[in-house]
């Protein structure tokens, strides 16, 4: 289990919760799945495996379900984004190269440059073209690395899910990856769950943290629902 601790845990509905993406969708994502008899592999391997376990999810993985959701809502397809994430590994060198800092800037060439089959089965290499809804490489990935800061090696280390200015951390690290009050490190959740039961000024009083904390807590909290 040691091995485990600093990448953050979640279940499927932890993280579908804190990414606002449908849980099962994370599942099929993560799992594969079939349709009408085709079958569809998983975009990528979770980055833990846990003997006996359903499907545990990882930061990192919080991290590549970004990426891939925003260019999943930007109408690139599934067979598109599984296509650029495997030209990605070989081009960036990386396991999961949708959250790495470098994909904000190689990362518009490689969606670009994708792999699918045709009615046939052949497989060929055709360009994705980003721009038929009008939107642009920048405009999709950009706000979703933006509020990530990044390791020496360019792999994502802390994000903040609401915001750099609401001072919330979902940082593997601490508190096993639960979204924690920047300034004091207590998880939102417990913060959120007194300010309930006793109110926002006592709440400060007994965890010993700014009444702006457990207000910023509570409204994230909220936002989740």
Do not use: C
């Amino acid at each position: 289990m040691s091995g485990l601790i600093g990448v953050g845990l979640y279940t499927p509905a932890e993280a579908g919760r804190l990414l606002h993406v449908a849980p099962a969708k994370i599942s099929r994502w993560l799992n594969g799945h079939s349709i009408r008899g085709r079958e569809y592999p998983a975009l990528w391997e979770p980055a833990v495996q846990i003997d006996g376990a359903s499907t545990t999810l990882a930061f990192r993985d919080l991290m590549e379900i970004r990426v891939a959701d925003a260019f999943l809502r930007a109408g690139v397809s599934a067979i598109q984004v599984r296509a650029a994430i495997v030209y990605a590994r070989e081009v960036l060198g990386a396991d999961y190269p949708l959250s790495t800092e470098r994909f904000k800037t190689d990362g518009r060439n490689i969606l670009l440059r994708v792999f699918e089959k045709d009615a046939d089965g052949v497989e060929r290499e055709r360009l994705l073209n980003l721009f038929r809804r009008q939107y642009e490489f920048k405009e999709v990935i950009e706000p979703i690395l933006r509020t990530v800061d990044f390791d020496e090696d360019g792999s994502p280390r802390l994000w903040y899910p609401a915001g750099r200015r609401a001072n919330i951390l979902v940082d593997p690290l601490r508190a096993f990856g639960q979204p924690i009050d920047g300034v004091t490190s207590v998880p939102t959740a417990i913060l959120a769950t007194s300010a309930g039961n006793f109110g926002i000024e006592e709440t400060a009083i007994a965890y010993d943290v700014p009444e702006g904390s457990v207000r910023r807590a509570v409204e994230f909290e909220q936002s989740l629902n």
